[in-house]
């Protein structure tokens, strides 16, 4: 074997090898070209056949290595080579078995197959030159014809061999055997397999109809035998699955096919088939089947045409129907309910993308069920799993609702509570009135309307709440209309004749009735789309109204005790004295808590040597007994100061031992100050002042700037240590500045920090410094206090001016 990429001046030959492996040194192959050497006269010949990139030559003389190149050549050519005398020929010249005389002259064909690929070349050669005719052409390329037939027939064989072997390697990993009936005969050929399968001894076996029907099972014999008679007498296919029952009782299940082939006529005379134990098959699908009969979950499976195939026991009861009805028809037709529903989308859905769908879904009547459903898709069709899941869902709606219930529950309680809170921190009943009907509607109803009763019957404060503006003139009237009716009946019930431009359809009104006094009306209206108040919210509703007119009630109520309070303490404040050369402005404002009434009081009267006292005080606690306490303690110290024209700290001193004596559980802050009649020279007012525990007078000079008066120790509150010696301190006040006393509620914040307070008062102050005196207290007042004040406050202020102003 020479490689043809060695031959120069040559490419790789290029050729497909369809030679079968045992062509190589083939004797038909010798004596074609042992033929073609005598027919033509030529010393040699020799047959070439090319691999992809070799050549392998069989010849008549094996020693000879040139012409197997040259018929390489001539098959890499694909037409003849002729070479009359090599010696004279430059294309082979050169070559060394030609230079040596071993060639002479070389005539050689192609060997090209029906579909036209060179597989080879057939070639005669000789030592001496000789002149090729025509015909030696010609005669060659018909012996390379018969070649070619001889190479074809040869590879056919070849690959009937190689379909034969692994079609056995195939049955044989299957454990397929095969037969042979011969329908004229009679006679029945089993290969091994077969013949082990069913159980039988190759030795004895009778190779009989008779020997086969004999191992199969009792029951199934007559519908094998009418099988192999049908496939005998037309030609149908054999088709048949049955037991077979072996030597040893064993039982097994086979399949057996077959096709029966005919005669010139039409008529069948042999059937060739085979057969395969199907046994752990069948096992295996008794155990799905099995495991399906009894599983909890419905099961079934339709066909690539939506029929039902397979319907297990659990699938009857939750589809209502039996198998008997189910298989073999279309689910459609079956459920139509189905049809452009969740079922139908679902399960196309998954034969479309091949993946599997979940989803829940309900089937109306008569099934009225809800399923759980599980589909996977195959090359078959749709397998489908499906649960009752009805109960689950109406547990979960149970407890949806049961969940709604609460939330609704919980929101009456809050409302409830909310009602409570606002009556009971609002004061005003004008402005409960209105919070009252933002909080009942949407919450109860679409639109609310309260309104409160003057004695008359007729509505004095309207609150209304109502989700379209334009409409809130129709709800004035209504409470018009609701007063009306309850001056007449104060029970609880419906409104007729619903005014048409509100666009409610349902209304009730509640009285608001509370200590046996009916203060006004509670109307709730609901529209056509929320339908009427359930009793759940109507007995909400009753428990709104009887809490908010409590509360209306108690404000009522404590309004009139508050007017009766402040008179009461008002009366104990006089109104401030209009000495020469100064200016004095008082207030006194209560906290908005309930116990508005406290114990801050000021006072300011001249003294019998012309000067002026000044005092201001707090006595601890916020009630009617600190008021009466402040009332007791302020003509106490008035009567101190005017009677013995004593000093500051002096009056504080015999203060400090009547309140020990005489309230021996009062505690009292303040700050007396003495401003001498007698100015000075350059126009300042002297003033001496003593401070008991209580908040630092402070100084606002004309240009702004404040100075707080604070002692050079701090001296002990009034009521705890009648023999504290107290000290004196001395400011003289300049024309223009301004001297402020006060109490504590205008500088004390809850949880903060009193100098904070403090540094408020000295910027607000400084930002007052020029106003006229009582704008001067009205702005400080406004900016200091709280929105909500917790603490009343009193204070004085002092201005020095000119005598003639």
Known sequence: MTDTRD?????????????????????????????????????????????????????????????????????????????????????????????????????????VDADGRTTGALCVFGPKPRQWSDGDVTLLAELAAVAIGELELATLAADFDTVRTRLGLAMDAAGI????????????????????????????????????LGRVHPDDRPHVDAALHEAARSGADLDAEFRIVLPLRETRWVVVRGKALRDESGNPVRILGAAHDTTDQRDAATRVARVLETMSAGFYSLDRDWRFDYVNARAETLLERGRDELLGGVFWDLFPAAVDGAFETAFRAAVTSGEPVEFEAHYPEPLDRWY???????PDGLSVYLH??????????????ARLDAARTAARIDLLGEVSARFAAELDPDVAVGRLAELVA???????????????????????????????????????HMCAALARDSSPGPIRNLNPRLGAEHGVVFPLVARGRTLGALGLFTSAERGSMTAVDVATARQVADRAALGLDNARLYRQQLHLAEGLQRSLLTEPPVPDG???????????????????????????????????????????????????????????????????????????????????????????ARVEGRRLGDGETRIRWSNAGHPPPMIVAADGSVTMLSAARADLLLGWDPCTVRAESEVLLARG??????????VERRGEDIDMGF???????????????????????????????????????????????
């Open 582 to 672: 100064l200016q004095i402005a008082v207030r006194y404002v209560p906290a908005a808590e309930a116990a508005r009434v406290g114990g801050d009081w000021y006072d300011a009267f001249l003294a019998p040597d012309g000067g002026t006292v000044l005092a201001i005080g707090d006595v601890v606690g916020h009630d009617t007994q600190a008021a009466a306490a402040m009332g007791q303690v302020r003509g106490l110290m008035r009567g101190i100061a005017f009677t013995t024209g004593d000093s500051p700290a002096e009056v504080l001193t015999r203060l400090d031992h009547a309140v020990t004596r005489l309230h021996p559980d009062t505690t009292v802050t303040s700050v007396v």
């Open 759 to 805: 540094d408020r008062l000295r910027a607000a102050l400084r930002r007052v410094a020029t106003h006229p005196l009582d704008q001067l207290c009205d702005e400080l007042l406004a900016t200091m206090r709280p929105l909500i004040p917790d603490d009343d406050v009193a204070l004085i202020a002092v201005r020095s001016r000119d005598p003639e102003q």
């Open 737 to 746: 500045a301004t001297l402020l006393m006060y109490t504590d509620g205008l």
């Open 7 to 111: 031959v120069p001046g040559m490419g790789p030959v290029a050729a497909t090898d369809r030679r079968p492996p045992e062509l190589v040194g083939s004797p038909a192959l010798d004596r074609l070209a042992a033929l073609a050497a005598r027919i033509l006269g030529s010393p040699s010949g020799q047959v070439t056949l090319l691999t992809v990139f070799t050549s392998d030559t069989v010849a008549t003389d094996p020693g000879v290595d040139l012409p197997q190149l040259l018929c390489a050549l001539t098959a890499r050519a694909g037409s003849p080579l002729i070479v009359d005398d090599a010696a004279r020929d430059r294309r082979v010249a050169a070559l060394v078995p030609v230079t040596s005389g071993s060639l002479g002259s070389y005539l050689g064909v192609p060997l």
């Open 177 to 212: 055997g095969s037969f042979d009936l011969d329908l004229t005969s009679g006679h029945l050929s089993w290969d091994e397999r077969l013949v082990q399968m069913f159980g039988h001894d190759l030795a004895v076996f009778g190779e009989t109809i008779k020997a086969l």
């Open 442 to 480: 949407p919450a109860l109803a679409d639109w609310a309307v309260v309104a409160l009763m003057d004695d008359g019957g007729r509505p004095r404060a309207v609150g209304r709440w109502h989700a379209d503006p334009a409409r809130l003139a129709a709800l004035d009237e209504l409470s018009e």
């Open 388 to 401: 009752d899941v009805t109960a689950r869902r109406q547990a979960r709606e149970d407890a949806n609702r």
């Open 372 to 378: 759980e459903v599980r589909a996977l898709p195959s």
